[in-house]
């Protein structure tokens, strides 16, 4: 496929803008428009482009079902939406040293740690793991800042960073550095633990922190924005991509500047 505007000579990853994108068919399209809002509120254009680069997401992982579990297009649609639209400002959009997505019927006993999870993301072995019960009720409920989809690809989506160092890297690695440099502030720190909204799970280490800034950045915006305006425009600038233009009234997501 001929990329427009494409910034990464011999890179495998397209960029958001492509001259022939692929489109759905019909019963792709409608797993989208009935569970991703966040499809339903784009441009007929930039439709179009996420339509492209979920399809694009699915040929390149290989799904793989544990205890059972039959994968479905449904599966495939629904985990690679939520990776596109974790990354839907950015240029880059594909996990590069991951493979693999696993998905258990529920929560399941993890080879790794020896411990129930609901999800699990290891770099080391290119996986990315799910219990599709939890993933489907993350997708469910919107507005409680619990994704487990959201959760477990932002880490995949760092890891990946950390790994590549293409120019969508770079951008997000230094803005969450400079958000983490800020969060040395002591009266910063307060006002987050003052606040409530942030679950304490977050503050466990960075990789936490992350993936619980993105679940309340796609989930509540308003709330975030609010609460913690500057943790909000720190996030807005790495993720490049302002979810508060997605708020009621629904309408077109806006790419941030």
Request: aromatic share 14%; no cysteine; charged share 25%.
């Amino acid at each position: 496929m001929f990329e427009l505007f494409s910034l990464m000579i011999g890179s495998v990853n397209l960029t958001r803008f492509v001259l022939f994108p692929n489109q759905m068919n019909g019963a792709q399209r409608k797993i989208v428009k009935r569970h991703i809002t966040f499809y339903n509120n784009l441009s007929p254009t930039n439709k179009l482009y996420f339509e492209h680069r979920v399809l694009k997401f699915i040929e390149n992982y290989n799904f793989i079902g544990r205890e059972g579990v039959v994968i479905t297009l449904k599966m495939k649609i629904l985990i690679a939406s939520t990776a596109v639209m974790l990354t839907f400002g950015m240029r880059r959009y594909l996990f590069s040293p991951f493979t693999n997505i696993i998905i258990y019927p529920k929560n399941y006993l993890s080879q790794v740690t020896k411990k129930r999870h609901k999800g699990e993301t290891n770099p080391k072995f290119g996986t990315i793991v799910f219990s599709w019960d939890d993933f489907l009720e993350g997708i469910k409920i919107e507005d409680n800042n619990l994704n487990l989809g959201l959760h477990e690809l932002s880490h995949a989506m760092y890891f990946s960073f950390l790994k590549t160092r293409s120019f969508t890297a770079v951008v997000f690695l230094d803005n969450f550095n400079l958000l983490l440099e800020r969060l040395k502030d002591r009266k910063l720190q307060r006002k987050i633990v003052n606040s409530g909204y942030l679950r304490q799970y977050g503050f466990k280490n960075r990789f936490e922190f992350l993936s619980i800034l993105v679940e309340h950045f796609f989930e509540t915006p308003e709330e975030f924005k609010e609460k913690l305006p500057e943790i909000y425009r720190m996030v807005k600038r790495m993720m490049k991509l302002d979810t508060l233009k997605m708020a009621a009234p629904r309408t077109v997501a806006v790419l941030s500047k």
